[in-house]
């Protein structure tokens, strides 16, 4: 999983010229839509990417909807099959962090 969304990622950074930002940020200055969202499309997800609403935090009424279609490979495999509406794969932000 990790070495799937590693090539996710330097394929995104090959498209964009830019690494995916740790989050993206909604008119209200939080946090609205990590990177795990952003590389999508580079994990084979471009319909799930094309039905998530970008105009609402991730957390929003439409978005909430998409949590039980997480991709695969932001699946924990320590836990099995189990399903769930969470993640363990998260990016490090920091003056210190690449």
Known sequence: RLMRI???IADYAEQHRVLPP???A???????HSWRVLILP??????????YKFDQPWDGPENK????EIPDAYRDPAYGSQ????????????ESAA
């Open 6 to 8: 590693g090539r996710a």
């Open 22 to 24: 740790a989050a993206t």
């Open 26 to 32: 909604g008119p209200d200055g939080k946090p609205w």
């Open 42 to 51: 580079q994990l084979g997800e471009k319909a799930l990417y094309d039905r």
């Open 65 to 68: 909807k998409l949590l039980a």
């Open 83 to 94: 399903d769930g509406e969470f993640t363990h794969f998260a990016a490090c932000v920091g």
